[in-house]
C-alpha cells in the first residue's frame, strides 16, 4: 500500500523501498563504509604529522639564518621604500622634504580660498545680494547678440552689392 502523497512512479522506480526499515539500513550500512575508507586514508596523514612540522621547523630555521647572512648597513631602514630617496644623501632628502612642505602649502592655502570665495558666496545669496556672475553672462550674451547682427548686415550688404552688380 503506497502512501496518498507519494506518485505511483517514485514507488515503482525504487521497488517500495522508500518507506521500508530495509532501505534505511541499507543507507546506514553505506554511510558507515564511507566512514571507515575515510579513516582508513586518514591515518597515514595522521603519522606524517610529526615528520612533517620536523621538516616546516628545519626549513623555518634555514630561512631565518639565510636572512640573518644578508649584511644590513648601518642606519638603512628595513623596508626600501621606507624613504623616498633610499640611496640618496641627507642633503637631497632635506630638498626633497621642503619641496613637499612648500608643495603642502600652497595646496592649503589655495583650499583656503576657495573655502573663503565659497562662504563669500553663499552669504551674498543668503542676503539676498546680486552677484556679479549673472550681470557678466549678461554683458557676454548682449556682446555675442550685437555681434551675430552685425555679421548678418555685412553678409546682407554683401549680397546685395553682388546681385546690383551682376
Known sequence: MRPACTPPRVDAFLGGRV??????????????????????????AWSDTAQDQAERARLLRDLLEQD???????GRPNLPGARLDAGAGDARALRNREA???????????????????????????????????????????????????ARILRHDQQYRSNGLN
Open 68 to 74: 640573518r647572512a644578508i649584511p644590513e648597513a648601518p
Open 100 to 150: 613637499l612642505d612648500r608643495q603642502r602649502a600652497a595646496d592649503l592655502e589655495w583650499r583656503r580660498r576657495l573655502g573663503e570665495q565659497q562662504a563669500e558666496r553663499i552669504r551674498q545669496q543668503a542676503a539676498g545680494a546680486p552677484s556679479q556672475a549673472p550681470a557678466r553672462e549678461l554683458r557676454f550674451e548682449r556682446e555675442q547678440r550685437m555681434r551675430d547682427l552685425s
Open 19 to 44: 518507506h521500508s526499515a530495509g532501505f534505511m539500513n541499507h543507507l546506514k550500512s553505506i554511510a558507515a563504509a564511507i566512514i571507515v575508507a575515510a579513516s582508513a586514508f586518514a591515518v597515514p
